[in-house]
């Protein structure tokens, strides 16, 4: 006679697997070996950072705020601030962003929405090379093809808007008749269009990217409605890449900030606060970083690595600004 | 909804219903003669017309610019000609726009020029940069001890069939080399930490590395001398541009790298486990061989940025004139830096080698970029490389 074992015996017994997510095997190697390289990448990225601050820390807290408000750089009378050279930096990078930032919105509109389809692939590639040249290059190209032509400029707009006080050249007579041109060269204004040189690709790229995921739903639906090319630009593609429109501004910014070598080859050293771009001479922090390491003692050494590191601290914001805005925007959903 | 064109009206011919009649339907009727009430937009073509019209143009825009600089206004030169050109084309196009259009077709006229201008002056920037770089160093490119001579014992007047920059690139090679070797590891391992296991560490993680890509480029060479040279005592050497250099391009391959392995499709990865593979053989098999293109080109893209970037470099390498192989060994010269420091020596000669230098980085930037191209062209439909090489048709490149 069989038996026919009851369930609820069996019951009894059975008890639910063990689950894990806990790695075994190879998998733990791996997940160990991973989490050591992250930790180790963490280590030197920010032990950077975290280097850079304990180094500016005596700087600051000896010569205190007035290291941010004094302008000259003179360790033998230990007289040290970057009032000059921050001034300096963000002029250079505003006018790089003045030139760039149309170059790259334009630009970026020509090649999603009116270059023809087959030259399209073409321009992406351009634009990406672009990026890729060394900044040493377009230090060259500022330095002897734009430099003259940009002084003649720079003797215009003094000329005929000089009333405005960026546009104003100390010293100098506009209408005399021989101009004197080395008041006009190496000036922050040449440096700056070198350097629109260096951010307008990284700007159009990340604006081209983003336009070119608008739903293309929306955009036949504007030309469906009626609208003409530049309607459907202005009502659909615009507002949805403004997230990427700010960000790849910023982005560019941030680059535009940090630039050394175009900026050293170009502007003559001059520690000044001063707004008029278009004049002779002016220093940013990058380029105050390259002159005067060599003969820098420790505690001038100290000094600049503070310089370096609030202008890492201004491209992090800069920067940090840039991705929140692109991941907040409509842009950003649905690519991942 | 279709509107169907009826000649008689539907009302003559009355239906007869066996109940009231209902209302009767008015169809519209449709007159095909007619012209429409607002002119419509070809989105095809461009008619001839239309065609002739922007052409013309902008061939009145060039005779109006030349008589308006160089009969009426004193603006000599090209610029001004070139300016007045594109000025006064966006103006004639606005008015033969408005001629047949109203405001609409003027303000679209309108920007599509002046988008296309700013494509063409991009356009024209980078040519002048190329060509203006490759036209000032030709010269010494031709002569063939440029490429296999280094500059011991030459002056910076000697002429250009002594000398050479065989140095530099070796430099730029090993300073690459070295750098390479702790970036890809690192970077991409980092990368795939953070996707592919993940957790609140790797958040931190993620956080950081991007925070220092805001790194500029002088500051990590700054930090490499303070701490490599000055605080340990090291000398000048390739091993620390090395370093340098790893430290700038470091968050930004770990990063492009992140971003290409985030886009690996979750249904690979999840068939992959459903089959029974570990983690660790799901990566190995199956995310990084798809991700394989994208990581070639953000690891390239990363080492074009470092191979052209001159301030770390600058702060921690030295100069050296002489052929130097090994990277702990002192002073070693790299290509941006050779060409920094003959412009900065304001010699014509040194200018011009300077140049020829540049135009040879050029040329090694535009190798690894099309190298990342090539390599990041999806696998699938590409066909092996010989036949590739055998016949390249024009519709190659329009698939890509």
């Known amino acids: ?336 | 909804m279709t509107v169907t064109p009826s000649t008689t009206p539907s009302t003559t011919q009355p239906p007869t219903y066996d109940v009231a009649p209902p209302p009767a339907t008015i169809l519209p009727s449709y007159d095909e003669d007619a012209a429409p009430v607002v002119p419509r937009l070809g989105l095809g073509k461009a008619s001839p017309d239309e065609r002739f019209a922007k052409v013309g143009s902008w061939v009145a825009g060039l005779g109006l610019a030349w008589v308006v600089t160089q009969r009426l206004l004193p603006l000599d030169g090209l610029p001004w000609l070139l300016i007045a050109w594109f000025v006064l084309g966006v103006a004639v196009s606005a008015v033969t726009a408005g001629m047949t259009g109203g405001r609409i077709e003027v303000k679209d006229r309108v920007a599509e020029s002046l988008v296309t201008g700013a494509a063409l002056l991009v356009g024209a920037a980078v040519v002048s940069t190329v060509v203006f770089v490759a036209l000032r160093g030709w010269r010494p490119l031709l002569h063939l001890n440029f490429w296999t001579d280094d500059m011991s014992g030459v002056g910076p007047k000697d002429g250009f069939d002594t000398g050479g920059v065989v140095h530099a690139i070796t430099g730029s090679a090993i300073e690459l080399g070295i750098a390479l070797l702790i970036t890809l590891p690192l970077g991409i391992g980092t990368a795939v930490f953070m996707t592919e296991v993940g957790g609140k560490f790797a958040r931190i993680v993620r956080t950081v590395v991007e925070a220092m890509t805001a790194l500029p480029s002088i500051v990590a060479g700054l930090f490499v001398y303070t701490v490599f040279i000055i605080a340990l005592g090291q000398p000048r050497s390739g091993l620390a541009a090395g370093l340098a250099i790893s430290v700038m391009i470091l968050p930004i391959i770990a990063r492009a790298s992140d971003v290409v392995l985030r886009v690996v499709p979750g249904g690979l990865r999840e068939a992959s486990l459903a089959l029974g593979a570990s983690r660790w053989r799901t990566v190995w098999h199956v995310v990084l061989p798809t991700a394989r293109p994208g990581l070639a080109t953000a690891v390239i893209l990363g080492v074009a940025r470092g191979v052209g970037e001159t301030s770390p470099v600058l702060l921690t390498s030295g100069a050296a004139a002489f052929l130097v192989t090994n990277p702990t060994d002192g002073v070693m010269n790299s290509l941006p830096l050779f060409i920094y420091s003959n412009v900065r020596s304001g010699e014509p000669v040194a200018i011009e080698r300077a140049f020829a230098a540049a135009t040879a980085l050029l040329i090694l930037v535009l190798i690894l970029f099309t190298l990342a191209r090539v390599l990041a062209r999806p696998r699938g439909n590409r066909p092996p490389l010989r036949s590739r090489l055998a016949r390249r048709r024009p519709s190659d490149l329009e698939s890509r």
């Open chain 1, 1 to 336: 006679m069989t038996t026919i074992p009851t369930p609820e015996a069996e019951l009894a017994q059975v008890s639910p697997r063990r689950l894990s997510r806990a790695s075994t095997g190879a998998d733990a190697v791996f997940t160990a070996s991973a989490r050591t390289i992250g930790a180790s990448v963490l280590v030197i990225t920010g032990g950077v950072g975290a280097f850079l601050a304990w180094q500016a820390y005596p700087t600051l807290r000896r010569y205190g705020w007035s290291f941010f408000t004094e302008s000259q750089w003179q360790p033998d009378q230990d007289v040290i601030g970057i009032a000059a050279v921050l001034c300096g930096t963000v002029s250079v990078a505003l006018v790089a962003m003045f030139f760039a930032f149309p170059l790259a919105l334009l630009t970026a509109l020509y090649i999603s929405e009116y270059a023809p389809a087959r030259i399209k692939s073409t321009l992406v590639a351009l634009i990406d090379l672009m990026a890729a040249v060394p900044s040493i290059v377009y230090g060259l190209w500022g330095f002897f093809l734009i430099m003259p032509h940009a002084a003649e400029l720079a003797l215009w707009l003094q000329r005929h808007l000089g009333w405005i006080p960026i546009f104003q050249v100390a010293d100098t007579d506009p209408n005399a008749a021989t101009w004197d041109a080395t008041r006009y060269v190496s000036s922050a204004f040449c440096a700056g269009i070198a350097v629109s040189m260096m951010v307008m690709p990284m700007a159009c790229a990340v604006m081209r990217q983003v336009f070119s995921q608008t739903p293309p739903g929306e955009k036949e639906a504007a030309l469906a409605l009626g609208a003409t090319k530049w309607g459907m630009v202005t009502s659909v593609v615009l507002p949805f890449g403004r997230g990427g429109i700010i960000g790849g501004t910023m982005l560019g910014l941030g680059r535009a900030l940090g630039e050394t070598i175009a900026v050293v080859l170009i502007v003559s050293p001059a520690f000044e606060v001063k707004p008029r771009i278009l004049e002779v001479g002016t220093s940013t922090v990058s380029s105050l970083i390259a002159g005067r390491f060599g003969e820098a003692s420790t505690s001038q050494l100290s000094a600049l690595l503070a310089a370096g590191f609030v202008l890492f601290l201004i491209t992090l914001v800069v920067n940090t600004g840039a991705a929140v805005v692109v991941n907040r925007s409509r842009s950003g959903a649905g690519v991942d």
